[in-house]
């Protein structure tokens, strides 16, 4: 009976779902795994099997599934209005929660515009910037700064902002003219996969050289290269494009979609001077990073940066439901206030912009941010992973291993083909992160690769135990993997 139920599950799925971001034909040829129920930590497929949601689902779980006070605050709001438009009409919780927002955001962002994904919210930033320049009277304006391997998001300007020729070559036509400017990949750049630490004169281990590794991002001097050829990068196209510009979009400290990008220290603030400098807005599109990913509530506050716009999606309501918001600072705001003829207002809205439910969830999440002390759990529990993966940096046993970047709990784990003799009779278009997470599924591990990168995004909340065996699961089938 059960599997009969599965089988129709599954024949459903193959005849009348369109997956995102997946490969249609292949999905097909295999069997799906539908998710029925979750726990915690853990979800729960229709077989009733169980799984650590170690991309919590897709970089937006915060305190776990089914915690009590979310599901709470949820039915709560049941009980009162699911949904009313906030065209024309306000709600308790979008209120409440647009006051929570901006007491706990950076600098001078005091004003929240809801809507329902992290790519509504980026296209609202980019025509709230837009709209500024304009509402002020300037007109050259017509151009965003992004970074290279930006992802900003699906829709049009989202995509625009956040090209990426792989995904979006069909819809060339459709996107509108971006600056690109070298992001700071450390990695990339140079090409350098985890160094071998040659040791210092008179090392007292010599039989551990050559295993002990050190990645690309803890190398100093080349962080500093990287850093300052990116930003001349950004500012000579300021210099080039002056008066044309009329933000530069990054997502602070962490470039998601591109792999896991770390940035190294001081790239970021060093963005927001130049920025200033040349009289440019600045949005931060903190949809991934935001709400304590990091380490830090939102990750501009790793190096007290202020920008003028910032995006916020995924955790917003713990991962419960659909919300965004974009918030802006007061000068942006008034620049759309004008009188009625003058027509400055923003003509852009959802129709379930400000949900009441979500936005229940998102102020109950907030609430157990304070009461469970997350963030330094967070930062806890990315000391214990940075420790945990530290097996990886033995390059006989690992060489599979390229690079690890952290920041918090987001974290890449690079895989990279074999080299030299190793490397004959490979085939170099093995999907080699895609291989590694099939794997970790068997082991009872969800996890989904950027390309090459192993993606790890546990839960905030997650229980060491659980975090440790999920480490233990992606190194015992990293060291699997056969070349
Ligand atoms: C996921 C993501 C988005 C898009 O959010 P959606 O809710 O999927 O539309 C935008 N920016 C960044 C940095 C993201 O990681």
Redesign the pocket.
């Known amino acids: 009976m059960q599997e009969e139920r599965i089988q129709h599950l599954i024949q459903f799925d193959r005849a009348h779902v369109w997956h995102p971001f997946t490969p249609m034909r292949q999905w097909r040829q295999a069997e799906p795994l539908i998710i029925e129920a979750a726990e915690g930590d853990f979800l729960i497929d229709a077989r009733d099997r169980r799984y650590i949601d170690g991309v919590s689902s897709?970089?937006c779980n915060v305190h776990g599934h089914r915690v009590p006070a979310i599901d709470r605050a949820v039915r709560t709001q049941l009980e009162r209005v699911a949904h009313t438009t906030m065209l024309g009409l306000s709600n308790v919780p979008a209120t409440e929660l647009a006051q929570r927002l901006c007491a706990i955001a950076p600098g001078g962002l005091n004003k929240v515009f809801y809507s329902d994904?992290?790519?509504?919210?980026?296209e609202l930033a980019f025509k709230m910037a837009m709209g500024y320049w304009r509402h002020r009277g300037d007109k050259q304006r017509d151009t965003f700064i992004a970074l290279h391997g930006a992802?900003?998001?699906?829709?049009t300007g989202?995509m625009s902002v956040?090209y990426s020729p792989l995904f979006h070559k069909p819809f060339e036509s459709m996107v509108f003219h971006t600056e690109f400017v070298d992001a700071p990949d450390v990695f990339h750049t140079e090409g350098t996969q985890g160094r071998r630490d040659e040791g210092t004169k008179g090392d007292p281990r010599p039989e551990e050289r050559g295993l002990k590794r050190v990645w690309p991002l803890e190398d100093a001097a080349l962080c500093r290269r990287v850093t300052a050829r990116a930003l001349d990068s950004l500012e000579s196209r300021l210099k080039e494009k002056r008066g044309r510009i009329a933000a530069v979009a990054v997502?602070p400290i962490v470039?998601?979609?591109a792999g896991l990008i770390v940035q190294p220290p001081g790239y970021l603030k060093a963005v927001e001077r130049l920025c200033r400098e040349h009289d440019v807005l600045l949005i931060a599109?903190?949809?991934?990073?935001g709400f304590g990913r990091t380490g830090r509530m939102f990750a501009c506050e790793h190096e007290g940066v202020e920008p003028d716009l910032m995006?916020l999606?995924?955790g917003l309501t713990g991962g419960y439901l659909?919300l965004?918001a974009t918030l802006a600072t007061e000068e942006i705001e008034r620049a759309f206030c004008g009188e009625l003829h003058e027509h400055k207002t923003l003509y852009h809205g959802h129709t379930y912009t400000g949900n009441p439910l979500a936005c229940a969830a998102a102020l109950a999440s907030l609430d157990l941010f304070e009461q469970n002390d997350l963030l330094s759990a967070v930062n806890r529990k990315a000391a214990l992973v940075a420790d945990g993966l530290n097996p990886l940096r033995d390059a006989e046993k690992y060489p599979n291993v390229g690079d690890i970047r952290q920041r918090g709990l987001m974290i890449g784990i690079e895989l990279v083909p074999p080299t030299g003799e190793a490397a004959t009779g490979f085939d170099p278009s093995r999907r080699l992160g895609y291989e590694v997470c099939d794997a970790c599924r068997d082991r009872g591990l969800i996890v989904r690769p950027l390309g090459n990168v192993v993606v790890l995004m546990p839960p905030l909340a997650i229980e060491e135990q659980n975090l440790r065996r999920m480490m233990d699961i992606v190194i015992e089938t990293i060291g699997a993997q056969r070349s």
């Open positions: 897709l970089w994904a992290g790519a509504t919210a980026t992802y900003h998001g699906d829709t989202s956040g997502e470039q998601g979609a599109d903190e949809v991934a990073t995006c999606g995924k659909p965004a």
